[in-house]
């Protein structure tokens, strides 16, 4: 599977399970800046978003991804400030 299908998947599951206050994760405003077999990097707008996503769903993010078929496994999920 190849990393933009991934990210897609991983948004589809999130915006199912996530409460509304994780809208930056699939509504376009946080981007998927690497995704191979060794790391997920996602770009938050902004620190606040970044720090909001570390401490409230990074381990949701982490989970779900194992839960992808064909999914990279032992992924590192990196967020990066300031990327769009």
Known sequence: MQGTQVWREL???LSLNLPETAWYLWQATAVCCVCDAQRL???APTEQSARQLVQAYLPVVRRTL???PDAPSDVSVVVAAGVR
């Open 66 to 68: 194992r839960a992808i």
């Open 11 to 13: 948004q589809l599951l």
């Open 41 to 43: 990097v996602i770009g």
